[in-house]
């Protein structure tokens, strides 16, 4: 969902335990099923590195939670968009947005009316960190998804999920933070990026992106990036030959 309901960090005490009744399992069901017919979409045409991320992968889904499926790949968005819609997905809308001039700009494919489903494609090589960030919130690939698997992860709170058989058990990672960083396999760095860019978040209100751009109806993606390039040189400098 490109404009989610802001969530405050919570309190650095926090720790609960979170049993889900039969609606929660279902709506996880749900959210999971519509993940698995794209991603099997995607594999269908040969596109196979993708993965699905944050409350879907982990387990705590709630009725707002969005279903985004990221491309690894660098595949160009327009062949990614023709394999959903000969598949039977409708388009509704594509976004390029690129959080800052340091961050690889990706297009958003919405699939739904309320921006709730969406698949994400980088327009250039993830950095490890920036691959980091979707193991930082639980992510899964086809398989994990196919296996029902369910993993750990950090939501917006700034809480660690950790899925038990009842639901999960949640805590907060602040004040353990190299503990989190072990634990999902990912680098401090990381950790503490997010750490400190959802805390600024509060404390200043939500940041505006670098560039978030919708692209017409009657536009290709490719002429509204090529006209990026033009018109913005730090645009083009990430994407170097994709330009």
Not at 16 to 44: G, N, P, T
Not at 49 to 78: F, M, N, Y
Request: one cysteine or more.
């Amino acid at each position: 969902m490109r404009y989610s309901a802001r969530e405050k960090v919570g309190k650095a005490s926090h720790i609960r335990e979170v049993i889900y009744d039969d609606k929660r399992w279902k709506l996880l069901e749900e959210k999971r099923r519509i993940a698995l017919r794209i991603m099997e979409i995607l594999a269908s045409c040969g596109y196979t590195q993708t993965l699905v991320h944050g409350s879907v992968a982990r387990g705590d889904v709630s009725e707002k939670s969005d279903v985004d499926v990221v491309v690894v790949d660098t595949i160009p968005p327009s062949l990614i968009e023709l394999c959903l819609e000969r598949n039977g997905l409708y388009v509704y809308s594509r976004v390029i947005v690129q959080p800052t001039p340091a961050h690889t700009p990706k297009v958003y494919i919405y699939l739904d009316l309320q921006e709730l489903v969406s698949v994400t494609v980088p327009l250039a090589h993830l950095s490890i960190v920036e691959y980091e960030f979707y193991k930082f919130s639980g992510s899964l690939g086809l398989e994990g998804i196919r296996k029902n698997i369910r993993v750990a992860g950090v939501n917006k709170k700034l809480f660690m999920i950790e899925p038990t058989p009842r639901g999960h058990v949640e805590y907060s990672i602040l004040g353990i933070e190299y503990v989190a960083a072990r634990k999902l396999g990912v680098s401090i760095e990381v950790v503490k990026d997010r750490v400190e860019a959802l805390r600024r978040r509060d404390s200043t209100g939500r940041t505006g992106l670098f560039i978030e751009k919708e692209v017409p109806p009657d536009e290709s993606l490719e002429s509204v990036i090529k006209k990026l390039c033009r018109e913005n040189w730090m645009f083009r400098r990430v994407l170097k030959d994709a330009c």
